[in-house]
């Protein structure tokens, strides 16, 4: 079974740029998450989506993020304008359910470096 | 809000030496517990897990109990091998989420 998929795998850009990230899940999955997880810390929830709708974007800063997941399958994140405080890895997850009763598959991240 | 604290890293330890992972967390009622595992270049996978009080997850030789009394869900593992050497997030579920700990480095030498 493929993993889930995202690029790029690194990103150097200056603040006030814009980026994107895209993210494959595994086939199947109805549900997917963008976590963002800056240095020394643990992930944190940014969206969560079910099929092609939005569950949770409680934590998404609005004025610059955005996300959307085309016909419930990829899904694309994007910075604009990016700040430094933005710099982390941003993970994409997936899972069968919304219960995670099989647990999330993560993929590798796309680490952002804002200078 | 719901979180979760984890010991500070990192820890070293030998081969073959015993490993625990301290974690605890703060919630309202019981939520579902798991531990995951970060390798080198790689995403996070999900290790054990245990969804009620007084269950014990366990894989690979890590275990860990859902303690309600303690509010904890401690790592362990008897023998630790160069190949554990990773970093391990201890989470919880919230709603249809997942709120994860810092993070703890371990680092194995032989």
């Known amino acids: 079974e493929a993993g889930v998929a995202q690029s790029p795998r690194y990103k150097i850009i200056e603040k006030r740029q814009s980026v994107a990230f895209w993210c494959n899940p595994i086939?199947?999955?109805?549900?997917l998450y963008w976590y963002q997880q800056i240095l020394g810390q643990g992930p944190k929830l940014l969206i969560q989506?079910?099929?092609?709708?939005?569950?949770?974007d409680s934590q998404l800063p609005k004025d610059r993020f955005s996300a959307e997941r085309l016909k419930g399958v990829d899904s694309t994140l994007k910075i604009q304008p990016a700040k430094l405080e933005d710099s982390a890895v941003y993970l994409c997850?997936?899972?069968?359910?919304?219960?995670?009763?099989?647990?999330?598959?993560f993929g590798s991240g796309t680490r952002l470096t804002v200078v | 809000g719901n979180s979760v604290t984890q010991m500070e890293g990192p820890v070293t330890l030998s081969e073959e030496a015993f490993l625990t992972i301290n974690c605890t967390y703060t919630?309202?009622?019981?939520?579902?517990l798991f531990w995951y595992v970060q390798y080198p270049g790689e995403g996070l996978q999900l290790l054990l897990k245990?969804?009620?009080?007084?269950d014990k997850g366990s894989n690979k030789g890590f275990e860990a109990t859902y303690r309600k009394e303690t509010t904890s869900f401690h790592l362990e593992k008897g023998s630790v091998q160069v190949s554990d050497s990773a970093v391990y997030f201890c989470?919880?579920?919230?709603?249809?989420?997942?709120?994860f700990g810092k993070g703890t480095t371990l680092s194995v030498s032989s």
């Open positions: 997850a997936s899972s069968l359910d919304r219960w995670q009763n099989y647990g999330y598959t």
């Open positions: 919630a309202t009622g019981y939520p579902s």
């Open positions: 245990a969804t009620k009080a007084d």
């Open positions: 989470a919880l579920r919230e709603g249809t989420a997942l709120i």
């Open positions: 989506f079910q099929n092609n709708g939005v569950v949770d």
């Open positions: 086939s199947g999955h109805a549900t």
